[in-house]
């Protein structure tokens, strides 16, 4: 008798067969899911930002080991680090101007390590640096982030460059992983390594999503209020899960490999 196949390969086996749509439905139905599910275990839902910042630590984590024992950036997206030490950079002085607590602590350590990261690719590692891969053109993230800050930024009563601020770095963290995807999608290879980063990638994306849906139910939409009025808290949560949505599927294809 031939052994019985396993039922999670079987699972994987029929989601593949399925056209696109049913795929994306699917997608939602089982981020749903999770969502009820982490509601009910996890009961301070402040801890899933505090959780998402942590995976996105020990994601850059896991490239410094990289790039410090192999000796070696092949495969890493140098636009991709200088998308995030721009973000956080600007986060950090929202932080520290806003509202300063475990999330400021938790950024300078991520701020730290990326510019490392970035120190590396650029002057110790520059030789295996894919520089042709890496191709993808950071203006056009950074302008179009910057125009939409401008148009749609937060109601709040601090001062204009503050809430301007604010708002470039939700919208230039939703889009900062595309040159890492461009150069993977490029090589057609993806070192192992870089795709454990990528991972934790999407899941801190998937925690920080489901932190701002979570908190919104539970205070029964209030917190969209305290956010300001307009178009800004919407696109706070567009924000959020638009790099939720783009980190999906390679998120999907790490799990079944």
């Known amino acids: 008798m031939r052994a019985s196949k396993r039922p ?108 490392f990261v970035i120190y590396m690719i650029r002057f110790k590692l520059r030789s295996t640096y894919m520089v042709d891969k890496d191709n993808f053109a950071l203006y056009y993230v950074v302008i179009p982030c910057a125009v939409l ?10 001062n204009i460059a503050n809430r301007f601020s604010w708002a470039f770095c939700v919208y230039l963290e939703a889009v900062s992983v595309l040159p890492q995807l461009r150069l993977m999608q490029n090589t057609k290879i993806v070192e192992p390594f870089t795709a454990h980063y990528v991972f934790a990638l999407g899941v801190a994306r998937f925690l ?3 932190h701002w849906v979570l908190q919104v139910l539970d205070t029964r939409g209030r917190l969209l209020t305290a956010l300001g009025y307009g178009l800004w808290p919407s696109m706070v949560l567009l924000s959020e899960i638009v790099q939720t949505f783009i980190l999906a599927d390679f998120c999907y294809y790490y799990v079944k490999r």
């Open 8 to 115: 999670l390969g079987v699972v994987m086996a029929w989601v593949r067969r399925q056209p696109p749509k049913v795929k994306a439905f699917l997608a939602v139905v089982t981020g749903m899911a999770a969502l009820v599910f982490i509601r009910f275990i996890v009961h301070d839902h402040d801890n899933l930002f505090v959780a998402a910042e942590a995976v996105h630590a020990l994601g850059i984590a896991v490239l410094i080991y990289k790039l410090t024992k192999e000796r070696t950036c092949a495969g890493l997206s140098l636009k991709t680090q200088d998308l995030t030490a721009l973000f956080l950079a600007v986060r950090l002085y929202c932080s520290f101007v806003m509202e300063y607590d475990i999330h400021t602590v938790l950024d300078t350590a991520t701020l730290v390590a990326t510019l």
């Open 208 to 210: 920080s999503c489901a």
């Open 149 to 158: 800050a401008l148009v749609v930024h937060p109601s709040t009563s601090h």
